[in-house]
């Protein structure tokens, strides 16, 4: 696990400020990659002063690890294909179908999510490694809840081993996405979560 600094208590309107710095730092890296973005080219998208933005971040580390934070949360946020309710057959398969969907609109092309950062930060920066591992690490866990209350329910046969599969399905929507951003077509993420879709639902009762 990593040891992320705690955030400190700020006002709504610094919590505005903040976010604001952020989501401009979000945006940038989705277009250039966290190599191709400076902290200044982040103030002058947020619109901040450079005194604005380092009382929130001492350095660019700081503020990738909160990007990072960021887009573990974005599983969480209505706008998202949500990965939070996957509790049933049919909630598997509208996530798998949403999360095509969203990366159909994004003409198979990358951004900023884990399985980009994790290309470029996994190995040269310790600290956002760590960052990124507990982003993965909560997506499995939230597929897992899903798959043992299909369980409990008796959707799920008991031998199933729901932390093998949890991983598979994560393996497969994070691969699927790579494959997708670096030949342009969304078809290996559709065969991949389709794949393991099915070997879910073969445990079935």
Not at 69 to 98: C, G, K, M, N, Y
Not at 100 to 113: F, S
Not at 125 to 142: N, P, V
Not at 146 to 163: C, S
């Amino acid at each position: 696990m990593s040891d992320a600094p705690k955030p400190r208590r700020l006002t709504p309107k610094g919590r505005a400020t903040r976010d604001r710095i952020v989501e401009a730092a979000t945006a940038l890296i989705a277009q250039r990659g966290v190599a191709g973005v400076g902290v200044e080219d982040v103030r002058a998208a947020a619109g901040v002063s450079g005194s604005q933005l380092y009382h929130y971040f001492d350095s660019k580390q700081a503020l990738i690890r909160a990007v990072i934070t960021r887009q573990a949360d974005s599983v969480l946020h209505p706008d998202e294909p949500r990965i939070a309710v996957l509790d049933s057959f049919d909630a598997l398969r509208a996530w798998a179908d949403a999360a095509i969907e969203r990366q159909q609109e994004n003409d198979g092309r990358g951004g900023c999510d884990l399985g980009s950062l994790a290309g470029e930060l996994s190995a040269s920066d310790e600290e956002s490694r760590g960052d990124l591992a507990d982003g993965f690490m909560r997506w499995k866990d939230l597929i897992l809840n899903g798959l043992a209350a299909m369980r409990d329910r008796g959707e799920l046969r008991p031998e199933a081993d729901l932390d093998e599969l949890a991983f598979a399905l994560l393996a497969a929507f994070q691969g699927g996405k790579v494959l997708a951003q670096t030949v342009r077509d969304v078809q290996p993420m559709v065969a991949a979560m389709n794949a393991t879709l099915a070997h879910i639902r073969s445990f079935a009762t």
